[in-house]
C-alpha cells in the first residue's frame, strides 16, 4: 500500500504525527479558495463539511452562500489535483462516510465526488473501514466495536467478522459532535483568563490540546503578544460534558444485541487520542484498545483495501458494500402507520427488491409512496426511522383489489436508490424516480456547478479533437454499447457544446474502432463519461 503525500503541514503539527493528514478546510484568502493546513489558518473557512450533508443546502463562506456539493466538490478537486501533482491519476475512489450517513449523505457524497470527476466505486462506512485496517487482528466470529470519533462527527459501530467480511450489526451516532466542538469548549473555559488586548487563535488552541495528550501542560501564544498556560486539566474539565455524551451512542449500539459481548475495542480518529477519552472507553467497556494502526489513518487504510478488492489487485480479503439501514415504505394497518420493509439491513448492493399493496380505500384516485429507511425493530416513529422522501401516484378509480400495485427498490453500490411503481392489473408503469437531494435536485444547476469548480481548479480537462459524423460499427461488445448509451442519455443533454463535441468524436471513434482498437477507443469515452459522473 503506497501513501501519497497530499499536503505538508507545520513542522510543529508534523512532529505531533499529523504528517499523513489532509484537514477538511476550505478557506475564502483574498478571494481564493485554499484548502488543508493553509485553509485551516484563516479566519473565514469551513471545516466538517460532510456534517452538513444530512440537513445543510448550502453554506457560507466570506459573505458568499454556495452549495455544500460545491463546497465538497472543490475539495475532491483539490485533492484530485494534487495526486495527479505527485503522478498519480484520480479518476476513481472508494469514498468512506460516517456510519449514520442517511441516503440523502450518501448521494450527495456521490454527487461530490462526481463534480469533481472522481467516479465512486463504492461508499464503505468508515468504521468498517477502520475494521478492515486492522483485519489480520481479528478472527471470524469474532465481534469489534469501532469508536470513532474525528473532527466533526461520532459514529460508534459493532461489527462481526464473518467468513472475511465485517458485518454491522449495530450502529449509533450523533451527527454534530466532534474535535470541532471540543475546541469551542476548551477555548470557552480559557477565554476568561485572556487579557483583554489579546485573543486566542483556535488554530494554537488545538494544538495545545494535542499536546495536552502526552504533555501535563503547554504555552499558548496569544494574538497580540502575551502566552496562556493550559494544563491537561483544564482541557479535561472543559471536554468532559462531550466526553460524556459519547455514552449514549455505546450503550444504545450494546442494548441492540442479544449478547452484549465485545472482543475488540478499536479506537478512530484524532478525538479518540485524547487520554480521559481512552480512559473511559476502556473502563466503560472494560476492554483494552486494539495497537498496531494509527487511529488518524485507520479509515484511510481500510478504504485502500477496498479499492484493491474491487478493482481485483487484493484477493486474500473480501469486502462488500451492504446497506446500513433497512429501507421500505409506509403502509396503514388499521389507521397505523408501520415500517414495511423490501431491502433489509446488511443486504449486499447492488439490491432489487418488489412488493405489492393496495390503496386504503375504493376508488381512491392516488397514494402517497414514502421511502423510509431506518430500523423496523423500533416503534414507527423512532428517531432512527426517517422518511427520506414521497411522491403522489395518480391510480385508476377501481375497488380495492383491482387497483393494486407494485412497489420496487433498486439500490446501487453507490447507495443510490431508484424506486418504481407498476399497476397491477394493466401493467403500466406509474412511477420511475431516483431519489435525489439538494442541488442535484436539477442537473442544469450541477452542471452550473461544474462549471464554477473547473473556473476555480488548478487542473482543467483537455479538449480533444472535436466533431466527426456518426457511422456505425457492428459487433460492439456490451460494454461499449453501454458506454455510448450512458454518454448520449445521461451526459451529452446536459453538458455544453464543446464537450458534446467531444462525446461525438470519442463515441464516433469507438464505433469506428475496429476489435484491435475498441477497448482504447472505449477507454477515452469512459473517462469522459467518469469525469461527468455526477450527471450519472
Known amino acids: 500500500m503506497e501513501t501519497v503525500t497530499l499536503d505538508s503541514p507545520p513542522q510543529e503539527w508534523a512532529a505531533l504525527g499529523f504528517d499523513k493528514v489532509l484537514p477538511t478546510v476550505i478557506a475564502d484568502i483574498s478571494g481564493q479558495l485554499a484548502f488543508g493546513w493553509r485553509a485551516k489558518r484563516s479566519p473565514q473557512r469551513l471545516e466538517a463539511v460532510k456534517r452538513l450533508f444530512a440537513s445543510e443546502e448550502s453554506v457560507e463562506l466570506s459573505g458568499k452562500s454556495f452549495p455544500v456539493e460545491e463546497a465538497a466538490g472543490n475539495f475532491f478537486r483539490q485533492i484530485k489535483s494534487r495526486a495527479s501533482e505527485?503522478?498519480?491519476?484520480?479518476?476513481?475512489?472508494?469514498?468512506?462516510?460516517?456510519?449514520?450517513?442517511?441516503?440523502?449523505?450518501?448521494?450527495?457524497?456521490?454527487?461530490?465526488?462526481?463534480?469533481?470527476?472522481?467516479?465512486?466505486?463504492?461508499?464503505?462506512?468508515?468504521?468498517?473501514?477502520?475494521?478492515?485496517?486492522?483485519?489480520?487482528?481479528?478472527?471470524?466470529?469474532?465481534?469489534?466495536?469501532?469508536?470513532?470519533?474525528?473532527?466533526?462527527?461520532?459514529?460508534?459501530?459493532?461489527?462481526?467478522?464473518?467468513?472475511?467480511?465485517?458485518?454491522?450489526?449495530?450502529?449509533?451516532?450523533?451527527?454534530?459532535?466532534?474535535?470541532?466542538?471540543?475546541?469551542?469548549?476548551?477555548?470557552?473555559?480559557?477565554?476568561?483568563?485572556?487579557?483583554?488586548?489579546?485573543?486566542?487563535?483556535?488554530?494554537?488552541?488545538?494544538?495545545?490540546?494535542?499536546?495536552?495528550?502526552?504533555?501535563?501542560?503547554?504555552?499558548?501564544?496569544?494574538?497580540?503578544?502575551?502566552?496562556?498556560?493550559?494544563?491537561?486539566?483544564?482541557?479535561?474539565?472543559?471536554?468532559?460534558?462531550?466526553?460524556?455524551?459519547?455514552?449514549?451512542?455505546?450503550?444504545?449500539?450494546?442494548?441492540?444485541?442479544?449478547?452484549?459481548?465485545?472482543?475488540?475495542?478499536?479506537?478512530?480518529?484524532?478525538?479518540?487520542?485524547?487520554?480521559?477519552?481512552?480512559?473511559?472507553?476502556?473502563?466503560?467497556?472494560?476492554?483494552?484498545?486494539?495497537?498496531?494502526?494509527?487511529?488518524?489513518?485507520?479509515?484511510?487504510?481500510?478504504?485502500?483495501?477496498?479499492?484493491?478488492?474491487?478493482?481485483?489487485?487484493?484477493?486474500?480479503?473480501?469486502?462488500?458494500?451492504?446497506?446500513?439501514?433497512?429501507?421500505?415504505?409506509?403502509?396503514?394497518?388499521?389507521?397505523?402507520?408501520?415500517?414495511?420493509?423490501?431491502?433489509?439491513?446488511?443486504?449486499?448492493?447492488?439490491?432489487?427488491?418488489?412488493?405489492?399493496?393496495?390503496?386504503?380505500h375504493d376508488d381512491q384516485e392516488s397514494a402517497i409512496v414514502r421511502v423510509m429507511e431506518g430500523d423496523p425493530e423500533q416503534a414507527f416513529e423512532h428517531e432512527d426511522n426517517v422518511i427520506l422522501k414521497e411522491w403522489e401516484v395518480q391510480l385508476e378509480k377501481r375497488s380495492r383489489a383491482q387497483a393494486g400495485f407494485s412497489i420496487t427498490f433498486e439500490y446501487d453500490v453507490d447507495g443510490i436508490l431508484h424506486v418504481k411503481v407498476v399497476d397491477n392489473m394493466t401493467q403500466l408503469k406509474l412511477m420511475d424516480e431516483q431519489l435525489t437531494f439538494g442541488a442535484a435536485r436539477s442537473k442544469q444547476d450541477l452542471v452550473d456547478i461544474r462549471r464554477r469548480i473547473d473556473q476555480s481548479s488548478v487542473l482543467t480537462d483537455d479538449v480533444a479533437d472535436q466533431g466527426a459524423k456518426e457511422s456505425t460499427r457492428s459487433g460492439l461488445s456490451e460494454q461499449s454499447r453501454e458506454a455510448v448509451r450512458r454518454a448520449k442519455e445521461k451526459i451529452y443533454p446536459f453538458v455544453d457544446d464543446s464537450i458534446q463535441k467531444l462525446l461525438d468524436h470519442q463515441i464516433e471513434s469507438l464505433l469506428r474502432s475496429g476489435p484491435d482498437g475498441e477497448v482504447a477507443a472505449r477507454d477515452q469515452l469512459e473517462q469522459t463519461i467518469r469525469d461527468h459522473a455526477y450527471l450519472l
Open 86 to 360: 505527485a503522478g498519480l491519476s484520480l479518476d476513481q475512489a472508494v469514498v468512506t462516510i460516517p456510519a449514520n450517513s442517511r441516503g440523502m449523505a450518501r448521494y450527495r457524497t456521490k454527487i461530490s465526488a462526481g463534480l469533481a470527476g472522481i467516479e465512486v466505486l463504492a461508499l464503505v462506512n468508515e468504521p468498517t473501514a477502520a475494521a478492515m485496517a486492522y483485519g489480520t487482528r481479528i478472527k471470524d466470529g469474532d465481534r469489534v466495536l469501532v469508536f470513532d470519533w474525528g473532527g466533526g462527527t461520532l459514529d460508534v459501530t459493532i461489527l462481526r467478522r464473518v467468513a472475511g467480511v465485517f458485518m454491522e450489526e449495530a450502529s449509533k451516532g450523533v451527527q454534530k459532535l466532534g474535535g470541532i466542538d471540543l475546541d469551542q469548549a476548551f477555548a470557552a473555559a480559557v477565554q476568561n483568563r485572556v487579557p483583554s488586548d489579546s485573543h486566542l487563535d483556535l488554530f494554537d488552541l488545538e494544538r495545545a490540546k494535542v499536546i495536552l495528550s502526552s504533555q501535563e501542560s503547554t504555552i499558548i501564544p496569544l494574538v497580540g503578544g502575551g502566552t496562556l498556560e493550559v494544563t491537561r486539566s483544564d482541557l479535561e474539565a472543559s471536554i468532559r460534558p462531550l466526553i460524556l455524551r459519547t455514552q449514549e451512542p455505546v450503550r444504545r449500539c450494546l442494548a441492540d444485541l442479544s449478547d452484549p459481548k465485545i472482543d475488540h475495542l478499536v479506537l478512530v480518529g484524532g478525538s479518540s487520542k485524547i487520554p480521559m477519552v481512552q480512559r473511559y472507553i476502556r473502563e466503560m467497556l472494560r476492554l483494552d484498545v486494539i495497537s498496531g494502526v494509527d487511529p488518524m489513518t485507520a479509515v484511510a487504510e481500510g478504504a485502500a483495501l477496498a479499492a484493491g478488492i474491487l478493482t481485483g489487485e487484493i484477493s486474500d480479503y473480501d469486502f462488500f458494500v451492504g446497506t446500513e439501514h433497512a429501507l421500505g415504505t409506509v403502509v396503514h394497518d388499521g389507521g397505523v402507520p408501520r415500517f414495511s420493509v423490501l431491502i433489509p439491513r446488511n443486504t449486499k448492493l447492488p439490491a432489487s427488491a418488489t412488493d405489492f399493496y393496495e390503496p386504503v
